[in-house]
């Protein structure tokens, strides 16, 4: 201590040393669960990237339908428009990949 009674350096927790056992116990359970945390999520991100990979999967298959239907009607006569998709939600987006592919 200084003469003036203040001590000096670092301030500290007030712990003489490393951790003691009761700290390391209580973090434990706090690591199991950000464990299990981490577990559940990477499970739903699994999940999500499954769904998505399915629907990408059923993208790509009706744009080659819609292309081979397209193809056909080309071939047949001079109209280079394709008959009409059946689901009109999803012919938007179709027809937005197709002109964004350049075919």
């Known amino acids: 201590m200084v003469p003036s009674g ?5 301030v500290s927790s007030g712990r ?5 056992p009761r700290d390391r116990d ?3 359970p706090d690591a199991r669960a950000r464990i299990a945390e981490l577990e559940r999520e990477n499970e739903a991100l699994r999940a999500a ?13 009706q744009y080659e339908r819609l292309l081979d239907r397209h193809r056909d009607a080309s071939a047949e006569s001079d109209d280079p428009d394709p008959a009409p998709d059946p689901d ?8 937005r990949l197709t002109s964004f592919l350049g075919r």
């Open 6 to 10: 203040l001590p000096t350096g670092t």
């Open 88 to 95: 009109p939600a999803d012919a938007g987006a179709i027809e």
């Open 26 to 28: 209580d973090a434990a």
């Open 49 to 61: 990237v499954e769904k998505q990979r399915r629907e990408n999967e059923r993208i790509v298959a």
């Open 16 to 20: 003489d040393g490393p951790e003691s």
